[in-house]
DNA sequence: TTGAAAGCGCTAACAC
DNA sequence: GTGTTAGCGCTTTCAA
């Protein structure tokens, strides 16, 4: 049977509550008794309960994270950073996952409310009614990469659109004029819809947007490999392809590898995230980085500041900064 | 405030035991009371608050899962499993990384104890005494992916050697005679060894095993790439190169691709895992699909049948099937 | 079938 | 400084 502070308290003959005192320096205890349940304490290895604990300070140290889809890199890495952090700290991590169905992420704030958590962030893309779900979840909340929902609750993204825009400039300077798009789909209308509308406001203010060029996928592999299809079905001169992320840029890539295309002397590629395969691809994709670890980080930051804070924010949006990175899958023209 | 099952019991003129049993369905409770109690457990929207629960049942419906690398796809893909598998059930996922640190696994499985989580899954490559780390550690614990180190400890796995035998007698049966091995580190002494082995013994019996031809690497891009290069600098001929996981074939496509060899014609690559970037890859990878997500269900299934059942495991070795995927980084020669 | 009461292991008023 | 006591919100004997 696991030891407790009862035991302790008995065989070091003090009570329960100057144990507890000791454990957690909430008040003042003599040296003495000190030493004594101390050395208790360490012949016993005693570790007080955490669920006792949780009951009675009404704290369950648990941080809840809401997430669309663990295997995707985007988000593992997202996760990745705030484990790190958490892990400076005396809280848990609890990790659900959603399948991108509003139903499950419902489910999940249920549970943790009961569970009693004592903050929740959440990834999502997503605008499905998550705000009335949260409704009575009377816990601090951050989100991650989505655009501001409400002014009560605090959002760590990137600018998206000055990305999306710093891209398409960027395949203008190496002199490409007719540019397309592998974009989100047009039900995300949260960073799919920035990344699309930073690159259609380049476009048009250098004259060369073209509707035509734009087609969309979800974000897959298969999605870019056939937006990519079309696209060359199409026959229109194109000379550079900027994809809403890195997956949907290498499947894009792929079909005209096969089509015996050569990148990036006939046909250019971007993508958006900087996922570690970005870099393995042969020729390597031109992409924008997202800090994603950072992102993490940031989140749980703000997310301690509301919990254990007495001060308001001094901020709702927490931009963070994006970079460019040019690899071979683009070239001056 | 969060409404209690005591005042549930006032307003439905019962007893707390009572509105415990209707909940729980523990014992026989007369149909009009249970009605009373639902209609006000709906009207109030009470949920019973887990954590007192927990404390009284000494039960916290909580699985722990520690994990080297929370960005790994071999990794994710495996939580992904267990997280879907547990979301059928009324218990949540606590999450731990290590970074392949001995000294955060120590802390974790602490940290785990004193919360009184139900079960424990671990994800290891490594012998560094996590045994005696979870010596007084008195819940059920399942490991993935390690060969067997207690009998106590049930695993779930695939055959790593059978599945390196398998990939090793496809390179030869594609007419490959001197086949190169970029294996795991030599410290891991679990699949990275078994892989290595069943490379070794399938060439030896052919006669054409070559101590020469063997180099190494942490699985990482980098690594791969890094002993491609020292591969490549014996000048020795080789045709194909079998790696020990997907990540460092990668790498060391790309230096060959970079020298100007033509894969598959004139070197061909095998790796390991079949993560999704082996598909997304040009050429696309020859590899070893490890079934991922069923191995976290497994896991899961095992550690359920020793929290809940009463009964003996049936076995403590659950191997689990792999699948060899030819792709265009083979072909005969 | 139902209720009263004890208790899970801890913390925090409140007294001394 | 230290001990006593009363909870935290639930489950579960034990009686009735």
């Not at 909430?26 to 000190?34: L, M």
């Not at 309960?49 to 997430?67: F, T």
């Not at 015996?260 to 390597?284: H, K, L, N, Q, W």
Request: with cysteine; aromatic share 6%; hydrophobic share 45%.
């Amino acid at each position: 049977m696991k030891v407790t502070i009862k035991e302790i308290a008995e065989r070091a003959g003090v009570s329960k509550a100057t144990v507890s005192r000791v454990l957690n320096n909430s008040k003042p205890v003599s040296n003495d008794i000190r030493v004594r349940v101390m050395a208790v304490v360490e012949a016993t290895g005693f570790k007080p309960n955490a669920v006792a604990r949780s009951l009675s300070m009404k704290k369950s140290h648990l941080i809840g994270i809401i997430i669309p889809d663990l295997s995707n890199p985007v988000f593992s890495k997202i996760i990745q950073g705030i484990e790190a952090k958490l892990r400076e700290t005396a809280y848990s991590l609890v990790i659900a996952a959603t399948d991108f169905e509003a139903s499950k992420k419902r489910e999940h704030i249920e549970v943790f409310k009961d569970r009693g958590i004592d903050g929740l962030i959440l990834i999502t893309d997503d605008g499905d009614n998550t705000l009335e779900m949260l409704a009575d979840f009377d816990k601090p909340v951050v989100m991650i990469g989505t655009g501001q929902m409400s002014d009560e609750i605090p959002v760590v993204k990137i600018d998206n659109y000055a990305a999306a825009k710093a891209m398409t400039e960027k395949l203008l300077s190496l002199g490409h004029t007719s540019i397309a798009m592998i974009r989100g789909p047009l039900t995300d209308i949260q960073s799919g819809r920035e990344r699309f509308r930073g690159y259609r406001d380049v476009l048009q203010l250098h004259g060369c947007y073209d509707e035509a060029l734009v087609f969309s996928g979800m974000y897959t592999f298969e999605n870019g490999y056939e937006a990519m299809e079309k696209l060359m079905k199409d026959e229109r001169p194109v000379s550079a392809v900027f994809c809403a992320n890195d997956l949907m840029a290498v499947g894009a890539m792929r079909f005209a590898v096969e089509k015996g295309f050569r990148i990036p002397e006939e046909i250019a590629f971007a993508g958006f995230d900087d996922v570690d395969i970005a870099c393995m691809m042969t020729p390597s994709l031109t992409t924008i980085r997202q800090p994603f670890a950072m992102k993490g980080e940031t989140a749980i930051k703000v997310l301690f500041e509301l919990i254990e804070g007495s001060e308001k924010l001094d901020k709702m949006v927490y931009e963070l900064p994006f970079e460019l990175i040019e690899r071979e899958s683009t070239s001056k023209i």
